[in-house]
């Protein structure tokens, strides 16, 4: 009786014991791709071990392609040329043109390195590292906005132009498990490389500003990456017509802050948008810049003014608003940045007045 | 009969009168959750028809050259599972490396097989008819493509009436089961056409 | 019923922290697919259809962008407000595109009440048929939006 109970616990012990050995075997010589080598824009090659994602593969080289969604492919921001990496997956397609599958252009969070790997990259996303920073002073700029001061540690400075943003990173806290990105304009000119200042306004039910509202504080280490972005002041001589609404202040102020200690005199107005005076911040730093810009002026407007709030200055639509005091737009450029139908409208209203369409710049990376 | 026809025989037989899905109602779970439109059946089918062609006969081996010498018959159940599960698992990396697009199209099904029952009844139906060596390949590949030939079929339908209306109750699950059963009725139209046994 | 491998991986891009905060299930533990059936059935009883529901939830989304995040005025008796946030969020259903966060508030001076979603919930509405779980802060009750947007069968 025990030889036969015996045999049989032995030969199926041992069958599954032959079997798990040869899935560790297959699994060793089919799931590892050894050392691959990235050959990137025909110039730089990285070596790196095969098997994973393009996306952090490249990440955990210290080169960063914008991604939103972590690489869950829900953004479609990491497109990348992959000249030998054979065809798109059915969860890219949606997202690529016909003409960029044709010059093989993939989202690198869904293309796996098997073997070595010809890229191009665009120039600029050299330049977008990650960083390392610590929370130094978290302000409140109105009811709903804070301004968000960090100190660089590890690199401890950035390079970048005036009106370019940053990826936040809002790690796992209360009901969230996996880290998310979400994007924000720097507020502080790039002459200060140790520190940047982002505001941050509060939207119910959302990730990151619910993290940044309630739960960071002052002495926090916070990961970003980047700089990221187009919206930066064309150089020339046209003057500049600029409209923003709530948080769309935080390029423009970039940018003007960069043009007063550039010394750069053109002709600007920066006309910004608020519901009533509990919306409108920074008012005194940007009225201040009038004096240090020649040609530049600042035009708050208020949508909704309170009569509590007892207010001299210009009401309205800030689009109707501008539309007032500019009937020729045909020389100038402009700098938008806010929401969408704000953004809709102004280019409305700018191309109605004889602005060409080419020359109306927005902060679109919503 | 010489021996070519009775083997196209028992095929025939695996993938019409006999089929594991509409006769013998084995394999009913993907079946129902996963055949609402052509192209995923077709991948899950093909997966099926890879895994039951391979396993089914291993399963014989492993019956006929180890448990029954050894007087271990009883361990046939536990057995075929295991072999199963090895098999589907080993398939997975096999796709995985060789194609990202299969891998990516077929993957998710593949951990679903090794539960569906189907594949175990193929092996088990293989013992309790006593099919040879030979007769063992003709009934797992024709069993396999019987089952996806059903799916399809199922999915080419379900595809076809999606926009119709139908009677509150029956979506889902109760119009996938009526389907199901005017086709086996369809089949049944084979007979005629018996395996030997 | 158990549901298909699909659904179950949108079901896990609904829970909290994927998307937003709290998610789009609330305290809802039914599979997605039986939360889908019921509002079906509601939708169905009220003698409407999802996109009826969407299309006048975006009609209100139209006009109210006019004002620029100020509230205005729309026809027989209605106040909207539409207003955004930066930044887009991908639709739970895994397929592409990204909608912006706007939000469209319709107060309906008549009654009284007032509805508030955004433009993804429009989508989910008129094209997935989904008004998010029970217990969701940002469930949206067919019943209610019909009774507040005044949506009528049109046949």
Redesign the interface.
Same mark, same amino acid.
């Given at each position: 009786m025990l030889n036969e109970f015996l045999l049989g616990v032995g030969v199926v012990t041992g069958l599954n014991a032959f079997l798990a050995l040869l899935l560790v075997l297959a699994e060793r010589t089919l799931s590892h791709y050894g050392p691959c080598t990235l050959t990137i824009n025909d110039e730089k090659k990285l070596v790196v071990p095969g098997g994973q994602d393009l996306l952090s593969t490249l990440k955990r080289e210290g080169l960063f392609i914008p991604s939103a969604?972590g690489g869950r492919g829900?953004?479609?921001l990491c497109k990348v040329t992959v000249l030998d990496g054979g065809d798109p997956l059915a969860t890219e397609i949606?997202?690529l043109k016909p003409e960029e599958i044709a010059r093989h252009v993939r989202l690198a969070c869904q293309v796996r390195i098997k073997h070595d790997l010809r890229l191009q990259l665009p120039r600029e996303w050299f330049a977008i590292r990650q960083f390392q920073a610590t929370v130094v002073s978290i302000r409140d700029l109105t009811h709903d906005i804070k301004e968000l001061r960090l100190r660089l540690v590890d690199p401890p400075e950035i390079e970048f132009q005036a009106g370019q943003f940053i990826q936040l990173e809002v790690p796992?806290y209360?009901?969230?498990?996996?880290p998310?990105y979400?994007?924000y304009s720097i507020s502080s000119p790039p002459s200060n490389r140790r520190e940047i200042e982002l505001e941050i306004?509060y939207?119910p039910?959302?990730?990151c500003t619910?993290w940044v509202h309630r739960h960071l504080n002052v002495g926090d280490p916070v990961t970003f990456n980047g700089p990221y972005g187009q919206f930066v002041l064309r150089p020339g001589n046209r003057p500049i017509i600029a409209i923003a609404?709530?948080?769309g202040m935080a390029p423009l102020k970039a940018i003007f802050l960069d043009m007063a200690e550039k010394g750069i005199a053109r002709s600007a107005r920066y006309f910004f948008?608020a519901?009533s005076r509990r919306d409108l911040f920074l008012v005194e730093e940007m009225k201040a810049l009038e004096t240090r810009i020649p040609g530049f002026q600042f035009i708050p407007a208020l949508?909704?003014p309170l009569p509590e709030d007892r207010w001299e200055g210009e009401t309205g639509?800030?689009?109707e608003v501008a539309a007032r005091h500019v009937p020729d737009a045909s020389g100038a450029e402009a700098y938008l940045c806010g929401?969408?139908?704000?953004i809709?409208?102004a280019i409305a209203m700018l191309t109605e007045r004889g602005m060409p369409r080419e020359r109306i710049y927005f902060d679109d990376? +919503? | 009969m010489n021996p070519f026809t009775a083997w196209f025989a028992l095929f025939f037989a695996a993938v019409f009168t006999q089929n594991i899905l509409l006769t013998n109602y084995l394999g009913m779970?993907p079946f129902?959750?996963?055949s609402?439109e052509i192209k995923t059946s077709f991948g899950l089918g093909a997966a099926v028809v890879f895994v039951m062609t391979f396993t089914t006969p291993l399963n014989w081996i492993l019956y006929h050259r180890l448990l029954i010498p050894l007087g271990l018959e009883y361990l046939g159940l536990i057995v075929f599972i295991c072999l199963i599960a090895a098999f589907t698992q080993l398939i997975e990396l096999v796709i995985e490396r060789v194609s990202d697009a299969l891998y990516a199209s077929l993957g998710?099904f593949l951990p679903?097989i090794t539960v569906n029952c189907a594949i175990l009844g193929a092996s088990l139906f293989m013992v309790a008819r006593s099919y040879t060596f030979l007769q063992t390949t003709a009934y797992g590949f024709g069993g396999g493509l019987g089952w996806m030939l059903a799916i399809l079929a199922m999915a080419g339908i379900r595809q076809r009436i999606a926009k119709n209306r139908l009677p509150?109750g029956l979506e +889902?699950?109760g119009i996938a089961l009526i389907i199901a059963g005017l086709m086996a009725m369809a089949f049944t139209g084979f007979t005629g056409i018996t395996a030997p046994s | 019923?158990?549901?298909?491998?699909e659904l179950q991986k949108i079901q896990e891009a609904m829970r909290?922290?994927?998307?937003?905060?709290?998610?789009f299930l609330g305290s809802d533990s039914r599979p997605l697919a039986d939360i889908l059936?019921e509002d079906e059935?509601t939708v169905?009883r009220l003698g409407l259809t999802h996109a009826a529901i969407a299309t006048r939830m975006a009609y209100f989304r139209e006009k109210g962008?006019?004002?620029?995040?100020?509230a205005v005025d729309v026809p027989p008796h209605f106040e909207v407000r539409?207003?955004?946030?930066?930044?887009?969020l991908?639709c739970p259903f895994?397929?592409?595109g990204?909608y912006?966060?706007?939000f469209c508030q319709v107060h309906n001076q008549k009654t009284g009440e007032t509805v508030t979603y955004s433009d993804l919930q429009i989508h989910l509405i008129g094209d997935h048929g989904f008004y998010e779980g029970r217990g969701s802060?940002?469930r949206l009750e067919p019943e209610t939006l019909v009774q507040v947007l005044e949506i009528t069968p049109e046949e």
């Amino acid at each position: 009786m025990l030889n036969e109970f015996l045999l049989g616990v032995g030969v199926v012990t041992g069958l599954n014991a032959f079997l798990a050995l040869l899935l560790v075997l297959a699994e060793r010589t089919l799931s590892h791709y050894g050392p691959c080598t990235l050959t990137i824009n025909d110039e730089k090659k990285l070596v790196v071990p095969g098997g994973q994602d393009l996306l952090s593969t490249l990440k955990r080289e210290g080169l960063f392609i914008p991604s939103a969604c972590g690489g869950r492919g829900s953004c479609g921001l990491c497109k990348v040329t992959v000249l030998d990496g054979g065809d798109p997956l059915a969860t890219e397609i949606p997202w690529l043109k016909p003409e960029e599958i044709a010059r093989h252009v993939r989202l690198a969070c869904q293309v796996r390195i098997k073997h070595d790997l010809r890229l191009q990259l665009p120039r600029e996303w050299f330049a977008i590292r990650q960083f390392q920073a610590t929370v130094v002073s978290i302000r409140d700029l109105t009811h709903d906005i804070k301004e968000l001061r960090l100190r660089l540690v590890d690199p401890p400075e950035i390079e970048f132009q005036a009106g370019q943003f940053i990826q936040l990173e809002v790690p796992p806290y209360e009901l969230t498990d996996e880290p998310v990105y979400r994007a924000y304009s720097i507020s502080s000119p790039p002459s200060n490389r140790r520190e940047i200042e982002l505001e941050i306004r509060y939207v119910p039910n959302g990730l990151c500003t619910t993290w940044v509202h309630r739960h960071l504080n002052v002495g926090d280490p916070v990961t970003f990456n980047g700089p990221y972005g187009q919206f930066v002041l064309r150089p020339g001589n046209r003057p500049i017509i600029a409209i923003a609404g709530g948080s769309g202040m935080a390029p423009l102020k970039a940018i003007f802050l960069d043009m007063a200690e550039k010394g750069i005199a053109r002709s600007a107005r920066y006309f910004f948008g608020a519901r009533s005076r509990r919306d409108l911040f920074l008012v005194e730093e940007m009225k201040a810049l009038e004096t240090r810009i020649p040609g530049f002026q600042f035009i708050p407007a208020l949508s909704n003014p309170l009569p509590e709030d007892r207010w001299e200055g210009e009401t309205g639509l800030i689009t109707e608003v501008a539309a007032r005091h500019v009937p020729d737009a045909s020389g100038a450029e402009a700098y938008l940045c806010g929401s969408s139908f704000l953004i809709k409208a102004a280019i409305a209203m700018l191309t109605e007045r004889g602005m060409p369409r080419e020359r109306i710049y927005f902060d679109d990376f +919503g | 009969m010489n021996p070519f026809t009775a083997w196209f025989a028992l095929f025939f037989a695996a993938v019409f009168t006999q089929n594991i899905l509409l006769t013998n109602y084995l394999g009913m779970c993907p079946f129902l959750g996963a055949s609402r439109e052509i192209k995923t059946s077709f991948g899950l089918g093909a997966a099926v028809v890879f895994v039951m062609t391979f396993t089914t006969p291993l399963n014989w081996i492993l019956y006929h050259r180890l448990l029954i010498p050894l007087g271990l018959e009883y361990l046939g159940l536990i057995v075929f599972i295991c072999l199963i599960a090895a098999f589907t698992q080993l398939i997975e990396l096999v796709i995985e490396r060789v194609s990202d697009a299969l891998y990516a199209s077929l993957g998710i099904f593949l951990p679903l097989i090794t539960v569906n029952c189907a594949i175990l009844g193929a092996s088990l139906f293989m013992v309790a008819r006593s099919y040879t060596f030979l007769q063992t390949t003709a009934y797992g590949f024709g069993g396999g493509l019987g089952w996806m030939l059903a799916i399809l079929a199922m999915a080419g339908i379900r595809q076809r009436i999606a926009k119709n209306r139908l009677p509150r109750g029956l979506e +889902g699950a109760g119009i996938a089961l009526i389907i199901a059963g005017l086709m086996a009725m369809a089949f049944t139209g084979f007979t005629g056409i018996t395996a030997p046994s | 019923m158990k549901q298909s491998p699909e659904l179950q991986k949108i079901q896990e891009a609904m829970r909290p922290g994927r998307l937003t905060k709290t998610g789009f299930l609330g305290s809802d533990s039914r599979p997605l697919a039986d939360i889908l059936a019921e509002d079906e059935a509601t939708v169905a009883r009220l003698g409407l259809t999802h996109a009826a529901i969407a299309t006048r939830m975006a009609y209100f989304r139209e006009k109210g962008e006019a004002g620029l995040g100020l509230a205005v005025d729309v026809p027989p008796h209605f106040e909207v407000r539409v207003d955004g946030v930066r930044g887009r969020l991908p639709c739970p259903f895994a397929h592409p595109g990204l909608y912006p966060k706007i939000f469209c508030q319709v107060h309906n001076q008549k009654t009284g009440e007032t509805v508030t979603y955004s433009d993804l919930q429009i989508h989910l509405i008129g094209d997935h048929g989904f008004y998010e779980g029970r217990g969701s802060p940002y469930r949206l009750e067919p019943e209610t939006l019909v009774q507040v947007l005044e949506i009528t069968p049109e046949e």
